[in-house]
């Protein structure tokens, strides 16, 4: 009877996640990117200036902080339960615990590389001293030739991708303080950070990587941290900057469409991010919104003007109401919501194969 009683409960937890797969081809998940991914990787390095391992980030899943930027879990943790793997640890906490003994060898379901504040250009937010993305791909580049990493967990592994978000408000921030001469022109710098995104997406190919997901940028221009823009509106969001997004979004796009053609017997999926936000921005009540404007914690106008956790700050008593947790990213729920559409969606939210697909899907006989 105990027995029974058992197994029931196990089905009914496996049931609660959305279409619950055995990892039988998806052993292990390798993320790059910026904050949206973050698993923690800033807290270990020596004077970055991107950090959230104070209160209260985390506070709602972790109960501590973890270095995420949001009050729990973010896209890579909730699609690695819906694999049924454990969360993957920032590499440079796997680094260190490598090298001071405490791990025989880096964990097997995979390593998260993102880094807090990076952008897909080297040098943006250079000062802050967080990793871009090429600095990312050294690191994996190096285990994988130091035979850190086996090559048949890369080729059965799912890759995330989410990247730009960074280099696109920093332009803007710059244009504002005086430096638009400076610039390169709006369709230059987009190309050039997709040719950056190209020349990732190739090399980690070229690594072994044989299912990848590129997600785009959500609608950057919504972020209450367009408060410390100059001339961006407060009362809808920035086009201008939304414009830049969706160009670079559309780039990512035909990379995803191309993929068939360039890169053989992988698949490249493209998660429409952007398209999924607009949606739940438009239909708040449905998605259990109360707030799609401001930020639940922060300080300022739309309370983006100051970092969560920094100063006189305010935090809501219902972070799963609010769209944003902080002064640029979603909160625990909208995450759910992100993830749910990237793992179970259709053609108009991930295309050509959600991420359930992809990671069930038998690459030799696709």
Known sequence: MMEKLFLITVLLVLFKLPGFVSPDYVPAIFTFGDSILDAGNNRFIKNCTAQANFPPYGSTYFHHPTGRFTNGRTVADLISQYIGI???????????DVVNGSIKSYPNNGINFASAGSGVIPQTNQDEHVLPLQVQLQQFQTLVQQGQIDTTLIQNSL?????????????????????????????????????????????????????????????????PARAMLKDAPLDRCYGKLNFM??????????????????????????????????????????????????????????????????????????????????????????????????????????????????????????
């Open 86 to 96: 454990d969360f993957q640890k920032p590499y440079l906490e796997a680094h260190l």
């Open 159 to 223: 890759f995330l991708f989410e990247s730009g978000s960074n280099d696109i408000f920093g332009y803007f921030f710059a244009a504002g303080s005086g430096a638009f001469q400076e610039l390169p022109r709006p369709h230059d710098f987009v190309q050039a950070m997709l040719d950056q995104v190209e020349s990732f997406v190739d090399e980690i190919y070229n690594l072994g990587a044989r299912r990848i997901a590129l997600f785009s940028l959500g609608p950057v221009g919504c972020v």
């Open 245 to 366: 997004v969706e160009r670079y979004n559309h780039g990512l796009f035909k990379m995803a469409r191309h993929a068939r053609w360039k890169y053989p017997n992988a698949v490249i999926a493209y998660g429409d991010v952007y398209r999924m936000v607009r949606h739940f921005r438009a239909h708040p009540y449905r998605y259990g919104f109360l707030d799609v404007t401001n930020a639940c914690c922060g300080a300022g106008q739309l309370g983006g003007e100051m970092q969560c956790g920094i100063g006189p700050y305010k935090v809501c008593q219902n972070p799963d109401e609010f769209m944003f947790w902080d002064l640029f990213h979603p909160s625990e729920h909208t995450y759910q919501l992100i993830s749910e559409s990237l793992w179970d969606g259709d053609r108009l939210q991930i295309k050509p194969v959600n991420l359930r697909t992809l990671a069930d899907i038998d690459l030799f006989n696709y």
